[in-house]
């Protein structure tokens, strides 16, 4: 168990520009999330997928939020045109499937947009 | 949609002190789990609670559930320095909603030594 993968650590980028993260989850887990965390705040749900299904995805995130996670296993995140706004800690977790099951959390992708 | 609410937002107590964080809700809740975040690190499962009356210890610490299933704390009896961060609580809709898990604003503990 090598835990939940996230790259890269940190990202910085000009308003406007596109961006993409990546996570790698715990190898036998099924499930895949996405949350977004500021200072001082707790982990704001964005998506989820079941294998490579998206299952819910927040009504939070704009039409510049797409994530995919195309063969049940690696997901990425993309964020079009960046706005200042979107600077924060974008967290990747994992868990296993079957009803309520713990989170696992990568070490998260820092985004600075200036 | 489901919120929870955690109070106090901010914890400053002396190394040995006790430290309680409660989790509050206005729906009744399927399940609650706690979490610990460390500075600069990335939120850690501690424990999942799911039946009404539930309490549960690890070590030093007490997890409790509500009877209504309303409400959640989690308390640490003589605080160390290694207690240090923000602990979250976080629960889901339940139903078919079990991946979106709502978190807490967060209770940040500070330790003096």
């Known amino acids: 168990d090598t835990g939940v993968s996230q790259d890269p650590r940190h990202k910085i980028t000009k308003r406007g520009q596109n961006v993409t993260f990546r996570c790698d989850p715990i190898?036998?887990?099924?499930?895949l999330y996405w949350y977004r965390q500021t200072l001082g705040q707790g982990p704001e749900f964005l998506t989820y997928?079941?294998?490579?299904?998206?299952?819910?995805k927040s009504r939070l995130l704009s039409d510049r939020f797409s994530a995919e996670r195309p063969k049940g296993s690696f997901s990425t995140l993309e964020i079009q045109r960046t706005e200042q706004g979107d600077s924060a800690m974008y967290l990747c977790a994992s868990s296993l499937d079957g009803g309520i099951s713990p989170l696992h959390f990568g070490n998260g992708t820092r985004l600075t947009v200036t | 949609g489901q919120q929870v609410m955690q109070i106090p937002q901010y914890q400053h107590v002396q190394e040995g002190e006790d430290f309680t964080t409660y989790c509050n809700s206005s729906t009744t809740l399927s399940n609650i789990q706690w979490y610990k975040q460390r500075p600069g690190g990335h939120p850690v499962f501690l424990i999942q609670?799911?039946?009404?009356?539930e309490v549960k210890k690890q070590k030093r610490l007490t997890f409790q559930f509500g009877e209504a299933k309303k409400n959640s704390s989690l308390h640490i009896t003589a605080t160390q320095t290694t207690d240090v961060g923000t602990y979250f609580c976080a629960s889901n809709a339940g139903g078919t909603s079990y991946g979106k898990l709502t978190f807490g604003q967060g209770t940040i503990l500070t330790v003096h030594p």
């Open positions: 609670l799911v039946k009404s009356g």
């Open positions: 997928f079941q294998n490579e299904a998206q299952l819910e």
């Open positions: 190898s036998e887990h099924n499930r």
